[in-house]
C-alpha cells in the first residue's frame, strides 16, 4: 500500500517535473455552449468621449457567456445602442429574440469612475435592476465583475461568483531548472498575483472559507509539508513536516481545522488538525491509503478516496458515528471527491471510456454523469455557487485548466499563453 501511495507521488512529481514555462495570467477560450442558454443582449456602455482602460460591457457580457446560462448577442447583430433604458425600443430588440438587455453609461468621477447599469426583461418590457457603482481605474474589472454578479442572481435567482478567485500553480524549466509558483487570480484568470515561488514543487492549494488563506503542500524543505499563507500579506506558517506524506489540505467549514492526508504513523489516513491548538485526531486507520478529504458543507461529515475495495473509490467519514461508508459504485476508479455548495451532489474524477473525466453523482440517487469528454482531467475544484467545476487538464503536451458547467452543457478552456498550468482551487465568495 505504501508503495501505491509513493507510485501517485511520484507521478505527480514527474508531471510538475515536465512543466514548460508558463505566464501567470490565464485566457478564456469558450469551448462549448448550453443549448439552453437565455438570449441576452449587453449594450456597449455609453462613456464621455474618453477611452476608458477597460470595456465595462465587454467584460460583463463575457462573464455572463462563460457561465452557461446566457448566450450575449454579438455586438455587430445589434441596430440600436441605447445607454439607458428609456431609449430602449422593446419592439425591435424583441424581434432579435432577447429575452434581457443589460444597458448603461460609464462616466469620469472625483476619485474615479461612476457606473451606471439598468437591466431589463424585454419581453416583459420592464426594468428589472438599476444601480450606480463606483470605483478607480484599475477597480473597472471587479466593478463589472460585480455588475455581472447582480445581473446572474436577478435573473437566475442563484448568487453570481464573478467576483470571486482561483488559485493555481505554474512552472517554468525542468529539472534542476524547474521554477513552481503559486498565484492567485480573478476567476477569469486576470489580474493574477504571486502568492509563492520555489524551486521544488507546490501542491494542492486550499482556500479558507474566509478567502484570506491558503493552505498548501510545498517540497521546499526536499519533503513535503502543508503551509497557511495569507494571501494579502505574505504571512505564513509551517503546520506538518512529519516524515513521510504530508499532504491535500481540505479546510472545515468554519474555518478552525484542517483536514489532511499524513503517513506519520504508517499508511496514509486522514487527520484533523485544530490550526490555533495544533492538536490532531486520527479519522482513518486502517492498511488501505486514505487521502484527499473534503469537508461537507455542514462540518458533519468528511469525504475521502480509499483504495480499501480494491481502487480508488470515494467514502464519506461520520464524525458522529466514526463510521465510513462507500459512496461510489459505478466504475473501478472515482478519486477527488467535491461536495457542491449544498450538499446534495459529489463531484469527482471518474474513469469512464475516454478516458479520465469530470463526473456529477447524485447522493441521493446515486445516479452518476459525466460531464467532460477529456481524456485527462484531475484536481477538480467546485465554484462556491456551484455552477461551475473548474479542473486540470492536458492539450496535446501541455497542461492547462478547464471549467464546466454543474449539468455538463457549458465548457471553456483557461490556457496560459504557454507552458503548463495545475492545481486549480476555486474561492469561495468573498464578502
Do not use: C
Not at 467576483?163 to 517554468?172: D, E, K, L, M
Not at 509563492?196 to 484570506?212: F, Q
Not at 503542500?217 to 513535503?224: A, I, K, L, Q, Y
Not at 480494491?310 to 459512496?327: D, H, K, V
Amino acid at each position: 500500500m505504501k508503495a501505491l501511495m509513493t507510485t501517485w507521488l511520484a507521478a505527480a512529481l514527474l508531471m510538475f517535473g515536465a512543466l514548460a514555462q508558463a505566464q501567470s495570467d490565464l485566457t478564456i477560450e469558450i469551448t462549448r455552449g448550453s443549448d439552453q442558454a437565455t438570449p441576452i443582449a449587453v449594450v456597449p456602455f455609453a462613456t464621455d468621449g474618453e477611452e476608458l482602460p477597460e470595456d465595462v460591457a465587454q467584460i460583463i457580457s463575457e462573464d455572463l457567456q462563460r457561465s452557461g446560462f446566457f448566450e450575449p448577442l454579438p455586438r455587430e447583430a445589434m441596430f440600436d445602442r441605447p445607454s439607458s433604458s428609456d431609449q430602449v425600443r422593446y419592439g425591435q430588440w424583441s424581434a432579435l429574440d432577447v429575452r434581457y438587455m443589460v444597458v448603461g453609461q460609464v462616466s469620469r468621477g472625483a476619485e474615479g469612475y461612476r457606473i451606471r447599469y439598468e437591466l431589463m426583461d424585454v419581453s416583459g418590457q420592464r426594468r428589472l435592476l438599476g444601480e450606480n457603482v463606483t470605483g478607480r481605474a484599475n477597480e473597472l474589472r471587479a466593478v463589472a465583475h460585480f455588475v455581472s454578479d447582480q445581473i446572474f442572481e436577478a435573473i437566475t435567482g442563484i448568487r453570481g461568483a464573478f467576483s470571486t478567485r482561483i488559485a493555481y500553480v505554474t512552472a517554468q524549466g525542468t529539472g534542476d531548472d524547474a521554477q513552481f509558483t503559486l498565484y492567485v487570480a480573478d476567476a477569469d484568470g486576470h489580474n493574477s498575483q504571486q502568492v509563492l515561488n520555489s524551486r521544488e514543487p507546490i501542491l494542492s492549494p486550499a482556500w479558507s472559507p474566509d478567502g484570506r488563506r491558503l493552505a498548501y503542500v510545498s517540497f521546499e524543505t526536499e519533503r513535503p509539508a502543508i503551509y497557511v499563507q495569507d494571501v494579502n500579506t505574505g504571512q505564513r506558517a509551517r503546520l506538518t513536516s512529519f516524515e513521510g506524506i504530508n499532504g491535500a489540505p481540505a479546510w472545515s467549514p468554519d474555518g478552525r481545522r484542517l483536514a489532511m492526508t499524513l503517513s506519520k504513523d504508517g499508511q496514509p489516513d486522514i487527520y484533523v488538525m485544530d490550526v490555533g491548538s495544533r492538536n490532531l485526531e486520527r479519522i482513518t486507520n486502517n492498511s488501505s491509503i486514505d487521502t484527499e478529504p473534503d469537508w461537507a458543507p455542514d462540518g458533519r461529515s468528511l469525504l475521502f478516496t480509499s483504495d480499501r475495495s480494491g481502487g480508488p473509490q470515494i467514502y464519506r467519514y461520520s464524525f458522529s458515528s466514526g463510521e465510513a461508508e462507500r459512496l461510489t459504485f459505478t466504475g473501478n476508479y472515482n478519486a477527488r471527491g467535491r461536495f457542491s455548495p449544498d450538499g446534495k451532489t459529489l463531484f469527482m474524477i471518474h474513469r469512464g471510456n475516454s478516458g479520465f473525466q469530470v463526473a456529477r453523482q447524485d447522493l441521493d440517487s446515486g445516479r452518476l454523469v459525466g460531464l467532460t469528454d477529456t481524456r485527462l482531467a484531475e484536481s477538480p475544484s467546485v465554484a462556491p455557487n456551484g455552477t461551475m467545476v473548474i479542473f486540470a487538464t492536458q492539450q496535446g503536451t501541455s497542461g492547462e485548466l478547464g471549467a464546466v458547467s454543474a449539468d455538463g452543457r457549458a465548457s471553456y478552456r483557461l490556457p496560459s499563453a504557454q507552458g503548463d498550468v495545475r492545481e486549480p482551487a476555486w474561492s469561495p465568495f468573498l464578502n
